[in-house]
């Protein structure tokens, strides 16, 4: 079971959604897809909720010590082990377990790794590798990220943000394969006015476009909902003036 839309607020209240969640978020934070390095660089904040995570994963595998040096560099992305030295890592590591985790129960820790996982601008996103894109911004092979707030092609390396499409401005997907067996998708975006497809070349075109159509059908239904609801108000204003 995997989770492929994530458009509401979570409720951590089961444990077996719990662990579904935690299995799905913790690919997503060893590959670092979830790690935002600006301009190749890692912040503050990041760096502890980096150092935070690696703890809890350490507890959440039910071990009862601060994890060794070898356990530490498995614990982290690797995108960012060169950023400190061994002996840095293992001392911020050991500074969280001491103060916030070695305290949790495994299930426990469970939550708080999400919790903390929540916080980063891409959870709850679907990652897909894109071997070439046709706009020139993107450069080389990136990561593609779908989530509630549209369409982003990352950086390979750092996950920064090349180019984003929201879901309002994607008119259509297709999905194609070349004579050589090269396979690609088409995003169609613009409106009846003017159109712009940009070619992606990938693997995952299929499970590309129909998340992107999930999450286009909930942001319809949103606007729908809004425009109801405005509608509503509306007439009650004008019956409450005497006016409808």
Known sequence: ????????????????????LYEQARPDVTRANLVLLPEGNMELRVHRTV???????????EHEHSPFKAQVAKLLPPSVVHMCSPEEWVAAVATDWDKVVKKLSPDAAKRKFLNEAMKLPL????????????DPTVRGECIMAVNKTGVHFLSHKTRETYLTYAFGDIVSTRKLRSNTGQQFLDLKC???MVVKVTRCETAYGREIGTVISLYSKMHLDAR??????????RADAALAAGTY
């Open 123 to 134: 959870y709850g996103s679907c990652f897909f590798p894109i071997k070439h894109c046709s």
């Open 224 to 233: 729908r909902h809004s425009e109801s609801l405005e509608g509503v108000f």
């Open 51 to 61: 150092v935070l995570l690696a703890a809890l994963q350490h507890r959440i595998t």
């Open 190 to 192: 613009g409106n009846l």
């Open 1 to 20: 079971i995997k989770k492929i839309v994530w458009f509401r607020p979570l409720r951590l209240e089961s444990s077996l959604y719990v662990n579904m």
